[in-house]
Structures are given as C-alpha cells and as structure tokens.
C-alpha cells in the first residue's frame, strides 16, 4: 500500500525532546514500512525515518530561532501534499483541521487523527461544517465534546517494543512526573502528593513560553521551598529510560480532558506503574490496580504511592504489551486504511452510541 504520513513541523519526527504528536507518528510510520508498505513521510528535514521523507521544513520550527509564525510553512507543505495526492492510496494526516478545505476532492482516500483536546468551543462550528471529512480518535473520552461526524474509529497510541527496556527493580527510590510545566498538568498536585507522602519527585518537563508565568509565580517557588523535589528540566528518549525505569511511579495528576497521554505507556514500557487522575483518557489507559490505580483527590493519591508496591512490573510491561505496541497501533490503522481504499457508501457514518464502546481494549470503532 502506497500510505502518506503528514506530520507536524513543530517537531522533527521523532523529537529529539519532549513531542507527542510527531512521535506517534514516527512510530507508526516506522513500523508500516517494517510491515511491508511503501510509505512517505512529509515532515521537518531533520526527521529520522525509514520511510522516503519529503523536507517541508529544513529544521522542525520550534528549535528555529528565525520562524515567528508555523502557519505559512504548514501551508506550502499542504501545498505538497496536494499536488502529490493522486500518488499515493491513502493520505493520513496528523494536523488537526488546517488541511480540511484542500482535501474535499480526494477525503475518501484521506483519514485524520485529531491529537488535541476538543472540547473548546471553537471547534464545534468547525467540525459541524466538515462533518464528512473522516477523522480518527485516540480515545473514546476524547470524541465527547464533538458534533456528529464522521468517525472512521478509534485508535490508541503505541510504541516500539524495544524502544524503553523494562526495568523489573526501580534504582532510584523517587516519584516521576514528565511533559510540559502547565496549569493543567497539574504539577503542583505532584509536588503536593510527593511531599505529603514522605518521597522524592523527579520532574522532566519544558517550559513553553506560554507557561513561563506559571512557572516564575507557582512551581519554581514550590520546587524551592522542598528539598525532596529535583527539576531536571527537557530530557529525550536516552534519558527518558533511566528516569522512568527507576521511578517507583509516575504520577499523572492532570487537570483537563487529556485525549491520550504518552507519558503513562511510556511508564508502562518500563514497568513503572502509573497513579493517574481520573481525567479524560486515564480510564480508558490505565488498568486500575493492574498498571498503576485511578485516583480522584490529592488524598487517594498519597494513599496510592503508599500501595504502590502491591503492583506487579512485569504485569505492567506485559499489558503495555498487548495494548500500546507500535505493531498493535499499525495494524489498527492499516484496517483504517484499508477501508479507504474501499468505494465510499452513500452515506457517512453516523457517530457511535459511545456508551457502548468504553471497554479498556477497544482500538478501532467503527
């Protein structure tokens, strides 16, 4: 199958740091071509990639000093894609919404993971206009806020098996927390749970400069009146292995309507298990008492890194496994792919009665 990848241009694929969306699809690209397919990338020129990469961008745009504005070079990439569109069978985008105008001629070949929250109130007109385009969930939470549209399914994030090692015994006796300093991350809440629960909290995260605030006024202030707390800043996937392979836990203790959250298979890779809120995609995620525990306050939360022992790692690496496999999530997407190849029916799909998809092990609904 001839599959194009349209990526992102903040981030090269994958990033070097943090980067949750061109690392999905990095990874999904890579394993495609390991499964057989001919696959093009269209990313940043830095990229990494088994796949043939088309260079919209010589370096990923957040790490360039002289972009002031991402929107006029995803558009000459978009450009690209749409003159090159009859050369592929199926075009699979991972830029939200800027491309739905320029597909409307070829959208049965195309599918679209939407990464980001939709529950602002911005989007509703948006996707109620172009309620044909087919578009893919990473979680059933996340489809929630949206008009009726065109779900084509639902597909989790994966990794590569080999990509982060288990680490049967944690070396490092501390609680880790990882992303982005953000209100709605919630990091306070982690310093908050590791103070009271007697531990050391690692944090690796960056601080974007919509978060500088936050940062200056609420964290800094906080990680400087704990010694247990250790800020060690942006770290990439070398470091990510150590830190989180020796964590107790990872603690997840968000604050808004997550759509996926890498971080915690990421921790499940390394048999860490996760104490999460229960939030946006956490229960579809996170295997209660198997992978780590749900919690609903700050309370359940000490309480959970109290009993964190009770979890098995080895079961924690093993449903990361069966779950959150690069192979799973390419095998998802190739079932997607495949039915875009098909004839499109008269009639679109109707959204699904989600109250009937919430099962833990659902990766594509149609």
């Known amino acids: 199958m001839k599959i194009a990848q349209i990526a992102p241009l903040q981030e090269c694929c994958p990033p070097r740091q943090y980067g ?17 397919h001919e696959v093009t990338l269209f990313a940043s020129g830095d990229s990494s990639t088994a796949a043939r990469l088309v260079s919209c961008v010589d370096r990923a745009l957040r790490t360039d000093p002289a972009i002031r504005d991402p929107l006029p070079y995803h558009v000459m ?18 830029m939200d919404l800027l491309h739905f105008p320029l597909i409307r001629s070829f959208a049965h070949r195309t599918l679209t993971t939407l990464h980001g929250r939709l529950d602002l109130p911005d989007l509703k007109p948006f996707y109620t206009t172009f309620a044909d385009v087919p578009v893919v969930s990473i979680s059933l939470e996340q489809r929630r806020p949206m008009p009726p549209v065109h779900w084509l399914g639902n597909v989790y994030h994966g990794l590569p098996e080999g990509l982060l090692p288990f680490s049967p ?19 306070d ?9 007697g531990m050391a909290l690692k944090i690796a995260a960056k601080v974007d400069r919509v978060d500088q605030a936050y940062w200056d006024t609420t964290i800094a202030p906080m990680i400087e009146r704990h010694p247990n707390v250790d800020y060690i800043g942006e770290i990439g996937e070398r470091e990510k292995m150590r830190f989180l392979g020796n964590a107790r836990a990872l603690l997840f203790p968000i604050d808004w309507p997550e759509p996926f959250g890498l971080a915690m298979i990421e921790s499940m890779a390394c ?16 295997d209660d008492g198997v992978t780590g525990f749900i919690v609903d306050t700050v309370e359940e939360a000490v309480a959970a890194v109290r009993r964190i022992g009770a979890i098995d790692r080895a079961g924690v690496r093993r449903t990361f496994s069966q779950r959150f496999s690069a192979e799973r999530m390419a095998y998802d997407y190739l079932a997607l792919y495949r039915r875009r190849c098909e ?24």
Do not use: W
Request: one cysteine or more; proline letters at 9%.
């Open 20 to 36: 949750g969306t061109e690392r999905v699809v990095a990874y999904l690209t890579d394993e495609l071509v390991r499964q057989g």
């Open 77 to 94: 990439m978009l450009d690209q894609v749409r003159r090159r569109a009859d050369d592929f069978d199926v075009l699979h985008f991972h």
């Open 169 to 187: 015994v944690p070396k490092g006796g501390y609680l880790a927390f990882l992303g982005r300093i953000s209100p709605e991350k919630r990091p």
């Open 189 to 197: 809440r982690a310093i908050e749970i590791a103070v009271r629960a």
């Open 271 to 286: 048999g860490t298990p996760v104490i999460a809120f229960r939030c946006g995609s956490v229960p579809e995620v996170v």
């Open 343 to 366: 004839p499109e029916p008269a009639t679109h799909l109707a959204l699904p009665d989600q109250s009937a998809n919430t099962g833990p092990d659902l990766h594509v609904a149609a």
